[in-house]
């Protein structure tokens, strides 16, 4: 009886003491964030793209299949049409068309003739600047009169010019490596302005193609009149070889030229942009693509810019292969109207403004589908630091170049907005060769360079989705 009396209180001593012990509270397990292997990842999706990519016969489909897709012509309907059926085809369920307004302008017929002294008219191969006033069909002779310097442009008299045909024979810089750089620096001259021109007095201008090529082939821009030019002279654009061989012939004689233009504006219509999206797991956040959808009238528009088109639906298209879960809205945006206006890409900026859309960084493809060297990064000091960070991983794909800092192709007005902007950086050294031209065809891409600049913008949006 004792053990047993002694037993009793020793147990129920030890049952009230644990009783007054604090009872712990079961742990809550958090989900682990797994750390990516970037190189692992990134392998991942150049085998994708390399060994299933689509982007070349995209774009086969897109240049041989409808060809020169202009503002406001049934080429450019065709293609929007296209687009909406390529991005649906790869599982994207999100899109819709965006509608801005385009200018109707038409080439027609077009011829430039040139006579040295008393001798015959000679036919020039020529093509006049998108959105050009034309000679009305009608014949517009003139003696043409080199100008080659703002310096000589200034030192000329008010009335020298009258009724003469201005004539301009400015290169691009070969001395300056970037191509993209000295085709700029060409293109914002004076000397190339109608407007400027047309205050001499001068009646037509002439200026040598902005091409790095040694052919004859004319290479066409945009040219803008001002609101209050009293008079919208004509502008046209003749080869180099062309260019060289008049600039001869004016300094040992007089020569005439011949114009006959039916290029006419006749006002506005609408053309979409085309957006399609993979909406974000994590938040609406907006990761932009863009690249233009319309071509010049006279080319298939491969370099200029078809390979960006179909380098855009290639990442939605890698992302959805390999099962990537974006934690952002990864948003494509097909642009109308880049190359006679902009209209497409100053729409779709005023939308974000309105809706208050967060992007938190946008990239564009517009250089030709060439081999990738990085990409110019143009944004704050401290968002270009943490992309600089990753430069490693870009390395092994021959991407090195993250100098750069500035994105000037159709993202460009979202810079006011404060949005992170980047460009594909590519060598540009033959781009210039077809740019805005009749040799802008399907034959001059190489599908190795195309895909391999599809890498790297899947790679660059894969990181900004991760760590942004």
Not at 191 to 212: D, F, M, N, Q
Not at 329 to 346: H, K, M
Request: net charge positive.
């Amino acid at each position: 009886m004792k053990k047993i009396f002694i037993i009793i209180p020793l147990f129920l001593g030890g049952f009230l003491f644990s009783q007054k012990k604090p009872v712990k509270k079961p742990v809550r397990k958090t989900a682990i964030t797994q750390k990516l292997n970037y190189h692992d990842e990134f392998k991942k999706i150049s085998d994708e793209i390399m060994v299933n990519g689509t982007a070349y016969d995209n774009l086969g489909e897109l240049t041989k299949g409808i060809g020169p897709r202009f503002s406001a012509t049934t080429g450019y309907k065709k293609a929007a049409d296209w687009a909406e059926k390529k991005l649906k085809e790869i599982g994207v369920e999100t899109i819709w068309r965006q509608e801005a307004k385009v200018p109707v302008w038409i080439r027609g017929r077009e011829s430039l003739q040139i006579k040295a002294g008393n001798g015959d008219w000679k036919n020039i191969r020529m093509l006049s600047f998108g959105n050009s006033e034309g000679t009305g069909g009608k014949d517009l002779t003139g003696e043409i009169v080199l100008i080659n310097s703002v310096t000589e442009l200034n030192a000329i008299s008010i009335g020298q010019l009258k009724d003469k045909i201005v004539f301009v024979n400015l290169p691009m810089d070969p001395r300056i490596i970037n191509t993209s750089d000295s085709y700029l620096l060409a293109a914002k001259s004076k000397l190339i302005s109608p407007s400027v021109i047309a205050l001499t007095g001068a009646k037509a201008l002439i200026i040598r193609s902005l091409t790095t090529a040694n052919d004859d082939i004319p290479h066409a821009k945009m040219i803008y009149y001002e609101p209050d030019d009293k008079v919208k002279i004509p502008a046209i654009t003749i080869g180099v070889r062309s260019a060289d061989e008049l600039e001869k012939l004016l300094k040992k004689e007089k020569v005439t030229a011949k114009i006959n233009m039916t290029a006419e504006s006749k006002g506005e219509t609408t053309n979409p942009n085309i957006i399609a999206e993979i909406p974000g797991k994590k938040d609406s956040n907006v990761i932009l693509l863009g690249a233009q959808l319309d071509s010049w009238d006279f080319g298939e528009g491969a370099i200029d810019d078809g390979t960006g088109v179909v380098q855009c639906i290639e990442v939605l298209r890698a992302f959805k292969a390999l099962g990537i879960e974006n934690r952002h809205t990864i948003r494509v945006v097909l642009y109308a109207n880049s190359e006679n206006g902009g209209q497409g890409r100053d729409m779709y900026a005023a939308y974000v403004k309105k809706k208050g859309e967060r992007h938190i960084f946008a990239l564009g493809t517009d250089a030709g589908g060439y081999s990738p060297r990085g990409f110019s990064l143009d944004m704050s000091p401290q968002r270009r630091r943490l992309i600089f960070e990753w430069k490693n991983y870009f390395l092994p794909y021959g991407v090195y170049d993250f100098d750069q800092t500035e994105a000037i192709q159709d993202i460009s007005p979202l810079k006011k907005l404060d949005i992170p902007l980047a460009e594909l950086v590519v060598d540009t050294q033959r781009y210039f060769d077809y740019h805005h031209s009749v040799e802008d065809t399907f034959d001059k891409v190489n599908k190795r360079e195309l895909l391999l600049g599809t890498v790297a913008m899947t790679q660059m949006i894969f990181m900004i989705d991760k760590n942004w």
